[in-house]
């Protein structure tokens, strides 16, 4: 198993910035270019959804990204804020945005992308766990 | 956004060229740069080539369905160009790709170039 925690102070660049980082520590491990482009992405709607409603644009606020990697099995992200209560919303799988809906398409990018995901708030903290199945052909041969 | 490179095509024609990620950080500068060209009378036809966009989040989607939204708005037509894998990866997995006007290659602009109306 490998593990690596990421943690970023809440800022506008902190998505790109964490999701790049986690996407370099990735690439060790995997070499499917397509599931690391999606994953990237994955990891920067959840913390922009973390910048924008949990910490609400406050430049104080700690984003913490837990990456457990089972080779040949899974992949785990747990991203921890402790901002305003976030809730799962009340569709599970969220339903497709309207196409001229100039908003709302984060949670939907990562239902579609995530084999799992889950929305959970226990003492001041949200947490998403987010789950990707992982196939050897995935993989860097060797690891 | 790193860059936004305008080229004027003829009188009625702008193409825009949208170089490096289009997500949260840049959304809002990205709007304000393209607002005057969605607003001009003289532009009919904005052509927003993606062939040097990077990355694409959710707020960039957004910001691709505003400027076709508010072209709609006036009658004026919106095309995505010479999309990069990339864009095609993102908009695919919110089904778009069948939403927005794309034009797949430089034949397909020239054609666009051509037809009446657009000079």
């Given at each position: 198993?490998?593990?690596?925690?990421?943690?970023?102070?809440?800022?506008?660049?902190?998505?790109?910035?964490?999701?790049?980082?986690i996407r370099?520590?990735?690439?060790?491990?995997?070499?499917?270019?397509?599931?690391?482009?999606?994953?990237?992405?994955?990891?920067?709607?959840?913390?922009?959804?973390?910048?924008?409603?949990?910490?609400?644009h406050?430049?104080?606020?700690?984003?913490?990204?837990?990456?457990?990697?089972?080779?040949?099995?899974?992949?785990?992200?747990?991203?921890?804020?402790?901002?305003?209560?976030?809730?799962?919303?009340?569709?599970s799988?969220?339903?497709?945005?309207?196409?001229?809906?100039?908003?709302?398409?984060?949670?939907?990018?990562?239902?579609?992308?995530?084999?799992?995901?889950?929305?959970?708030?226990?003492?001041?903290?949200?947490?998403?766990?987010?789950?990707?199945?992982?196939?050897?052909?995935?993989?860097?041969?060797?690891? | 956004?790193?860059?936004l490179?305008?080229?004027?095509?003829?009188?009625?024609?702008?193409i825009?060229?949208?170089?490096?990620?289009?997500?949260?950080?840049?959304?809002?500068?990205?709007?304000?740069?393209?607002?005057?060209?969605?607003?001009?009378?003289?532009v009919?036809?904005?052509?927003?080539d993606?062939?040097?966009?990077?990355?694409?989040?959710?707020?960039?989607?957004?910001?691709?369905?505003?400027?076709?939204?508010?072209?709609?708005s006036?009658?004026?037509?919106?095309?995505?160009?010479?999309?990069?894998?990339?864009?095609?990866?993102?908009?695919?997995?919110?089904?778009?790709?069948?939403?927005?006007?794309?034009?797949?290659?430089?034949?397909?602009?020239?054609?666009?170039?051509?037809?009446?109306?657009?000079?």
């Open positions: 198993m490998i593990q690596k925690t990421f943690r970023c102070q809440t800022s506008p660049r902190a998505p790109r910035k964490l999701a790049k980082a370099r520590f990735l690439s060790r491990y995997l070499v499917d270019q397509d599931m690391l482009y999606e994953l990237e992405l994955a990891l920067t709607e959840a913390c922009s959804n973390i910048v924008l409603y949990a910490y609400k406050d430049t104080e606020g700690e984003i913490r990204i837990q990456v457990t990697l089972e080779p040949g099995s899974c992949l785990v992200i747990e991203i921890t804020d402790w901002g305003c209560p976030f809730h799962s919303p009340p569709e799988p969220p339903v497709q945005p309207d196409p001229r809906s100039e908003s709302g398409r984060g949670i939907y990018l990562i239902s579609q992308i995530m084999d799992a995901y889950r929305f959970s708030h226990s003492q001041q903290m949200n947490t998403l766990r987010m789950e990707k199945k992982l196939r050897s052909e995935h993989e860097v041969p060797g690891n | 956004m790193k860059c490179e305008i080229e004027k095509k003829g009188e009625e024609v702008c825009l060229h949208y170089i490096g990620e289009l997500t949260l950080e840049c959304v809002q500068e990205a709007k304000e740069e393209t607002e005057s060209y969605v607003r001009s009378d003289a009919h036809t904005l052509v927003i993606l062939s040097r966009t990077v990355f694409l989040d959710s707020s960039g989607i957004g910001f691709l369905v505003h400027i076709h939204n508010r072209m709609q006036q009658d004026k037509k919106l095309y995505l160009y010479n999309l990069s894998h990339q864009v095609k990866k993102t908009l695919g997995l919110v089904k778009l790709l069948d939403f927005f006007y794309i034009l797949e290659s430089e034949e397909e602009l020239e054609q666009l170039m051509d037809e009446p109306g657009t000079q």
